[in-house]
């Protein structure tokens, strides 16, 4: 069970989005139905409707990218899921970008989903400027990308660049890789290295809170000068790697000024703007 601060800051806004298919291993010629949840990987809070998606994309073995509309997704009551026909045996890379959204946040809610959410420097900044007593509000988009394979070929699009805002891109293909080997990855801001972020990883079957209620995952990283990181691939099944780009905005109340006078509040709230950026895949013996 979750723990109640910690679902209270899954309200908050604190939900990642992951590409989860039943398995990333799938026939050529197969019809797919790809779930999206937007929660943890082990559930979905709510679904994403066409109206926040502000690019999908299918990038197939030999770079070209498919058409994607409405038609290909479905929705059910806390999951959207987008079908797919992988006509070609090889590597596709998809990816979904989501308009920003706004949210505002009490104190204490904040400052447990940012440990719960594993930002710990922003954590310690709060404390360190003494606002752990003032509220948020937070601007977010989320960015989501999974790597399929297709038979038995593997192809090299797989650091194929999406141009979103916040990208994890894989420096070796996965499927060349099994249980035991190392994970390398890149993390990008604006298509370029991020150095120093805090960067998580885990598998499908590793969830655990703490006493306190704080998600643990497997790995937590920090990103070399090259925005560069790996990990070893513990288990076999699916996995993710995640990190978040939070942004203290300033003092002022800035873009969100407007919608606070329509709420009628003018009580003081530190503004951030947070990206979120997932890649997921599967791991085989």
């Known amino acids: 069970m979750i723990p109640v601060l910690a679902f209270l800051a899954m309200q908050a806004g604190a939900h990642t989005l992951f590409f989860k298919p039943p398995t990333f291993f799938v026939a050529p010629g197969e019809e797919v139905t790809i779930p999206l949840l937007n929660g943890t990987f082990e559930a979905s809070a709510n679904r994403i409707v066409a109206s926040r998606m502000d690019d999908v994309s299918v990038i197939a073995p030999g770079g070209d990218h498919l058409d994607v509309d409405n038609s290909q997704w479905s929705y059910d009551e806390k999951i959207s899921n987008l079908t797919v026909t992988f006509e070609s045996a090889g590597n596709y890379v998809i990816g979904i970008a989501t308009r920003p959204s706004v949210a505002r946040i009490v104190a204490d809610n904040f400052n447990f989903y940012l440990r719960y959410e594993g930002l710990d420097d922003d954590a310690k900044e709060r404390i360190e400027r003494g606002e752990t007593e003032v509220d948020a509000a937070e601007r977010y988009a989320k960015f989501s990308k999974a790597i399929m394979q297709v038979g038995d070929d593997q192809s090299d699009n797989i650091n194929a660049l999406l141009g979103y805002p916040v990208e994890i891109v894989p420096l070796q293909n996965p499927y060349a890789l099994g249980k035991g080997d190392v994970f390398r990855a890149r993390v990008l801001k604006d298509g370029q290295p991020l150095a120093n972020e805090l960067v998580y990883a885990t598998h499908e079957g590793h969830y655990e809170i703490s006493d306190d209620g704080i998600f643990e995952e497997l ?67």
């Open 219 to 285: 790995v937590r990283v920090r990103s070399d000068e090259n925005g560069e990181v790996e990990f070893v691939l513990a288990e076999e099944g699916r996995w993710y790697i995640r990190f978040i780009h939070l942004t203290r905005m300033g003092d002022e109340e800035h873009w969100y000024s407007g919608l606070l006078i329509f709420l009628g509040a003018d009580e003081p709230r530190i503004p951030y703007e947070s990206l979120w950026a997932t890649l997921t895949f599967e791991v085989r013996q």
